[in-house]
């Protein structure tokens, strides 16, 4: 369930259809996920967020393994239950093991941990930081 | 400045030097970064939070860039300048080019994104991602 | 359930029930819903949290179904199930389409990203926004 | 400043011009604010970022000051200080004036309590908001 | 600054002056904070604002200085620096020491990296957990 | 369930068992949390994380009910089930009374909206504030 009505493939638009096909296409499935048939309410959104989330998962500097695992660390810090489940899923599919995901929940504990001193005593931000390093 | 004293290497107790040590050795540098001094403010805090940054910075199952740029997104998602900044110095130090820092913005650009849209629309968990794709 | 015993309108004191017949003649029901019989365990503050519903929901210089997806825009961005879930409701009821959710949801998701992407670029204020563009 | 440098209209390649441009023609400006020429460090992700920007912020079933204003309540919520002058500076140019400002802002601080309430005594969904109101 | 013109004591209105003058008398101070400056823009917020503040910090089954931590504890999670610098300040008005904000800090940073973990890892909650261990 | 599998003590390694020996001694209980079992994944972060909760919930400069309470202050503030939860139980445990819960969360209330009005409005610190009213 959700607040909108799931669009199922049979009774989409040629619009949204066209987005689903490219999403199984791309992924090597024959299932659309929920998250789809939601934002399929808004045909343009759709497309939008399918173009989004294809380009940034592709292969790239980063490997699409560690995207995910980002991608997990911010459904995390959102609180995302749909994401940090499916984020995982599609993690643990590209080869994450119990290992790797302990080693990701170390990190991102641990930044929430940090993160929340660093702002609890409101600490002044070290020259050498300044623009996350870079040389200006 | 902070909400408390930042406590210099000089007038630190033992216990707080003895952290303050291991921190350079373990990297390399000859300074100390505010976060740790204004900490120091409880010794027992220092000393386990330094310890658990250590543990999960170290090299395991994930490279240590992939686990900056892990702690970089944590931070973003949190809003904390200081993280940000830091740890966005500390993953150019072990080598993030803008490209790879372009692709990690980009997917948690993204992710804030669709967290939002899922979140949102009440978006119900498809049984395949259950348990994060695990098999019970 | 809840934390707290729900306080149903029978067992209610003088001062909880003066609030419940408000909420149901204001809004013109016959029923409380259970938000309000939670807070009740303090009656001070479902009194002080009933008035400011009250007078942040009424009529203004915005519309009331404008200040209804404002109050889901925020309870998206906190994660909040049950607020998100009785905030579309009522938005439904004042009018709201699927089309308009569609594009609620669509402001919301990229706010949610260029808020994200501001911040992990640390992206500097224009001069020219500064004050929320007020002139001083 | 930024963590990445900002890429100025001289400077850009021919992609990240003409999505420069296209901002300047749609909004009827003569400049590009920093939040572009930052995430012009990845130009696949600028062109994105621009079109969906420009997509949810057209007129639609909503009035753009009205999405405008969800935006500031979206950014407030995520305390992005960036956004929220931004956002507000764009409000005012579409005719958001102090009294609206006052209304948006009582409706943002209302939910962010009523929301922490609800989350904090773990209430339990009434029957009639399943769904957000939605009949199945 | 802020984004809306902060309304000294001399220009303000009866119904203004009346709310300033009940913060100066309650608190035994002789000036206003910004933040009521700013929220007066709408003097029915800052009425109903200050009456929640008030009623909310006033000593009850809690000690006032526990409510203000408490506060300092919501204020460092969301990431409001106005807010934590004022609270602390008021917490250590009302007695807090360097060794209690210390401590303070200590379990409002595990309780973030907990929160995450808990989160992380999608945990069930134990059955004696429920409702927050209220016997239904 | 969960995204990990849980570690139950029967199948537990040496070094996971003695944690959880710790665990029921300090609490003088015979069973395991589901939140134990969970991080167990990584029996480094299970011993840290351990250390640190044991260390930050000891009596000290704070009163152990107080802490209980400042944990479900910052759960309630990051939307945390869970921890909601199982913190409030244990603050119960420790006596917190309904009315004392009331006043909790009266105060996260007031807190998360106030925050969000200081945010909103982009109100400047007042300078007595600065440092947390700290001397320099």
């Known amino acids: 369930m959700a607040t909108v009505k799931l669009i ?3 009774e989409a638009s040629p619009e949204v ?3 689903y096909d490219d999403i199984m296409t791309t992924r090597g499935i024959d299932w659309i ?3 789809w ?3 399929a309410v808004q045909p343009d959104m759709l497309r939008r967020t399918w173009e989004g989330v294809k380009a940034v998962t592709a292969p790239g500097a980063l490997d699409p ?3 995910e695992m980002i991608y997990v660390a911010v459904s995390v810090t ?3 239950e749909y994401c940090i489940n499916s984020h995982t899923a599609s993690a643990r599919k590209k080869g994450m093991t119990d290992e790797m995901l302990g080693e990701l929940m170390a990190v991102v504990g641990m930044a929430n941990q940090t993160n929340a001193l660093v702002t609890g005593f409101q600490v002044e931000l070290d020259k050498v930081f300044q623009n996350g ?3 200006p």
Request: proline fraction near 0%.
């Open 33 to 35: 996920n929920n998250f």
């Open 65 to 67: 393994l560690v995207k």
């Open 133 to 135: 390093g870079r040389k």
């Open 8 to 10: 199922e493939y049979e």
């Open 17 to 19: 259809k066209a987005v």
């Open 78 to 80: 959102n609180g995302c």
């Open 37 to 39: 048939k939601a934002i």
